[in-house]
Structure formats: structure tokens, C-alpha cells
């Protein structure tokens, strides 16, 4: 208040000086700020102000603080401030059946367990109650975007905006009968309603999602490139997951996946792939010329033994490559540390070369490299004035934490979801000093535990 009211004193008095003092929403402050900017900035004592749910400043927070003065602060403890983490592929409602089989073949795994499971539990109620659980625990541990192929999405987009998470989501457009659509022409139709009632919506992205080149035949993979480009959508894809996955696509079209999807004019800027572990060296060429994007996802492949990707090639080419956890069922959680530091390792490992996958290169995987795989670089992914202000802020008080050299290195080394403090998403507060402001959420978890009961019972049947 003083302050508001020195400013107006002087306006009064020195018009020029005071046009310079502006009003923020929220100023995040006493921090250091990993910006993730094109120069990589690192800035100690930094601060970041928020207006109307775009960035509108970072930088030393002498500089900031005499620029802005703000409606609420959020103190960040001397904490890290960094881009909020953006989980590239994900199937936010199958949190309800985590743990629910591990240790098994894929097609086990799939057929015994999941498929029977989602077969007679998944309605439009669980989805949203899966997603709430999920963004429970998203938010919780740093995620501010997530990219989402299920089934009733729009009880996903609905469950991400009442947490106040960022999503870019599409009903997934699969080729035998799925809980909600009985057949392509109806996932279609779904999607086209789905793009048209959240085009616009600051928080949800609505995009096309057709599952892989292997569960959607050509005609789908063709309408679902009509329908991204009549509402300019992003389309997310499966794709090189698995060995079997390449051999059924090359048995049946003599290709590639993705020399398939190129053939059919699906690849360009706006097109994110999950997984992408079997792509060669040509495939590789074709999606960096496209423009499209790969969706990294350490821990579900190792869990299901899927192999390795290719991330030292795919870094070193330049490619749009980002990090998901994928779904809750095959990793078993959303944590998009753990997948960092999955992401680090393995690459050394796999390669037998500590200099692949620098630190650096694998938080910028999960912040800017997400939204370059998007598409969206323009808006997401890094802290830098006229982006969305989603920002993340990382406790240092835990003893793993101390000393600290690199704040780079602790994020992707030693920093766990758990000292993930405070949470913005469109310059709003969804978590403030751990405690979520969106949620309620002991209610979130009893609905979970009540679920639970259900998938037992049912699969007993
Ligand atoms: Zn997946």
C-alpha cells in the first residue's frame, strides 16, 4: 500500500518517471531463476512478474522490483524458479490402475490386465476422478503441462482446468471398439466436437489423436489430418513404441512408421510422437525436416522393456524432442524428475558414454524441448516475457540439496518432485507452499481408494 501510494505521489509530481512503475498480478521473488532462454540464463536474486497470465519480467530482482509493484507476491524461499515441467506423453486417468499388474510381458500386460480392466471400468466418471488424482499429483511434483491420449477427453480437459493445469489432449481415434467410441467414425466425429468446444480455452489445447500408423488404418490416420488442419490442431501419435509395431507396419505397408505417416501427409510442425525408440537414421531425417516432434519416455520403455531410444542421435540431429512419463500403469507415477533423471542415465548407460545426455540437455527436454515438440515454443517452455506464465519454484532446504554448485546439475541430479514448493499456471497459484489451491484433495483421494474397490471387483468377475 505504501508503496502504491508513493507511486501515485509521484506520478502526480514526475509524470515520465512514474509511466516506467507498472502493476503486476504476482511478482515471484528471492530467487534464483533458471530461465531455460535462449542464453541459458541463470540469475541469482532474480525475480519474475506476471500480468495477465503471461510473464511480463524476469530478470535481477533490484531490476524487476523497481519496475513492477504487485497485487500478491509469491516468496520463493531462495529457491529455484524454473519453467514449469511439461510431461509430453501421458494417459492421465490410467493412475487408477497403477500397480494394478506389473512384471509382465506386453501383451499379457495389456490383454489380461488392462484392456479387461478398462473394458469394464472406464466411464466418463472414473476418467475424471483418474484425472483429478493425477493432477493431484502432476502439480505436486512440478508438471504444469501435460499431454494427454485417453478415452472421454473431454472429462480430462474438464478435470485439468478445475486443478488449473495446462493439457493439450485428444480422444484417442483407435481401431477396435474403446470404452467410449465404438469405431473410428465415432472417435471422429468426438474429435471434431472436442476441437470445437475447447477451441480458444486458455488452459486446454484440444488436438487430434489417433493412436499409431498399427491401430489406425490409413483412412483415419488421412481424416485425422483434415480435422488438425480445419481447426489447427496438433496431432499426437504413437509411434516406433515396439518391435512388433515396426514389423505389422512394414508387413502391411512396406515402410517405416513414420515413412508411412510422411506418405500419407501427416508429418509437419504440430505433430508429437510418443516414444519413438525404433526410428532410424532416415526416419530421424524425416521428422527434423518435418518439424514434428518425439516424446521421450525412459521409464515406461525400460519398465516394459521396449528398448532404448535413440537420444544421443535425436539430440545431436537437433530433433523437437521432449519428455513424457506415459501412463501411471507402466512407470508407475507422473514424476517428471525421476524421469529426468531416468533420461540422463540411461542415455549414458545405453551409449557407455557419461558425456550424453548432459544435464542441461535433459532439463531443457522437459521445459523447452516439450513445447518444441508441441509446437509451441512461442508460448511455452521457458521464462522469458510475453510467454504463459507457468513456472515451477524448487525448495533447496533438503540436506541432498546442499551445497550447491549447479543449479542445472541438482535439478536433474538430485532434486525429487517432493521439493517442488510452489506451482504457477497461467500466472495463477495452484500450489502454494505444498498445499494445492485448486482441489480439494482428500476428497480427490477418497474417490480414488472408492475406485480401487471397483476395478477389484470387477476383474474378480
Ligand atoms: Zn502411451
Given amino acids: 500500500m505504501r508503496r502504491a501510494a508513493g507511486g501515485l505521489l509521484l506520478a502526480l509530481l514526475v509524470p515520465s518517471v512514474a509511466a516506467a512503475a507498472e502493476t503486476a498480478d504476482l511478482l515471484v521473488r528471492n530467487a534464483t531463476v533458471v530461465t531455460v532462454d535462449a542464453e541459458r540464463r541463470v540469475i541469482r536474486d532474480g525475480a519474475v512478474a506476471i500480468q495477465g497470465g503471461r510473464i511480463a519480467a524476469v530478470g535481477p530482482a533490484a531490476e524487476v522490483g523497481a519496475r513492477y509493484s504487485a497485487a500478491e507476491t509469491l516468496d520463493a524461499g531462495g529457491g529455484l524458479v524454473l519453467p514449469g515441467l511439461v510431461n509430453a506423453h501421458t494417459h492421465a486417468p490410467m493412475v487408477l490402475f497403477r500397480g494394478i499388474a506389473d512384471d509382465l510381458k506386453l501383451m499379457d500386460w495389456l490383454q489380461k490386465y ?88 486458455p488452459l486446454v489445447v484440444p488436438a487430434v489423436a489417433p493412436h499409431s500408423a498399427y491401430l489406425a488404418d490409413p483412412d483415419a490416420l488421412r481424416a485425422s489430418r483434415a480435422l488438425a488442419d480445419r481447426y489447427g490442431a496438433p496431432i499426437l501419435i504413437h509411434l516406433s513404441e515396439s518391435q512388433d509395431e515396426q514389423a505389422t507396419v512394414k508387413e502391411r505397408y512396406k515402410k517405416t512408421p513414420t515413412v508411412h505417416l510422411r506418405d500419407l501427409g501427416i508429418l509437419r510442425k504440430g505433430v508429437l510422437g510418443a516414444h519413438g525408440i525404433w526410428l532410424d ?11 514434428a516432434g518425439i516424446a521421450h519416455c525412459p521409464q515406461s520403455n525400460m519398465k516394459i522393456s521396449s528398448g532404448p531410444a535413440p537420444v544421443r542421435e535425436m539430440l545431436a540431429e537437433g530433433l523437437r524432442l521432449g519428455l513424457g512419463t506415459d501412463g501411471a500403469a507402466s512407470n508407475n507415477d507422473l514424476d517428471m524428475f525421476e524421469e529426468m533423471l531416468t533420461a540422463a542415465l540411461l542415455a549414458k548407460h545405453v551409449t557407455g558414454d557419461p558425456t550424453v545426455a548432459p544435464a542441461a540437455s535433459v532439463l531443457e527436454m522437459a521445459t523447452l524441448g516439450g513445447a518444441r515438440a508441441l509446437g509451441m515454443e512461442d508460448r511455452l517452455g521457458s521464462l522469458e516475457p510475453g510467454k504463459r506464465a507457468d513456472l515451477i519454484v524448487v525448495d533447496l532446504s533438503a540436506p541432498r540439496l546442499h551445497p550447491l554448485y549447479d543449479p542445472v546439475s541438482h535439478l536433474v541430479y538430485a532434486a525429487k518432485g517432493a521439493d517442488v514448493r510452489h506451482v504457477v499456471v497461467e500466472g495463477r497459484v495452484v500450489m502454494r507452499d505444498r498445499k494445492i489451491t485448486t482441489l480439494d484433495e482428500a476428497a480427490v483421494l477418497a474417490d480414488a481408494e472408492r475406485l480401487r474397490g471397483q476395478v477389484v471387483q470387477s476383474l474378480a468377475k
Fill in 114 to 201: 488392462i484392456f479387461p480392466a478398462e473394458a469394464r471400468n472406464v466411464t466418463a466418471e472414473f476418467v475424471k476422478a483418474g484425472t483429478r488424482l493425477a493432477a493431484l499429483e502432476m502439480i505436486r511434483s512440478g508438471t504444469t503441462t501435460f499431454v494427454d491420449m485417453y478415452y472421454f477427453e473431454d472429462q480430462v480437459a474438464e478435470a485439468a482446468k478445475e486443478a488449473g493445469l495446462r493439457t493439450v489432449a485428444g480422444e484417442t481415434i483407435i481401431g477396435f471398439p474403446a470404452p467410449d467410441n465404438k469405431t473410428i467414425a465415432d472417435a471422429l466425429a468426438y474429435t471434431e466436437r472436442f476441437l470445437k468446444r475447447w477451441a480458444g480455452d
Fill in 281 to 291: 537414421a532416415g526416419d530421424r531425417a524425416i521428422l527434423k525436416e518435418a518439424g
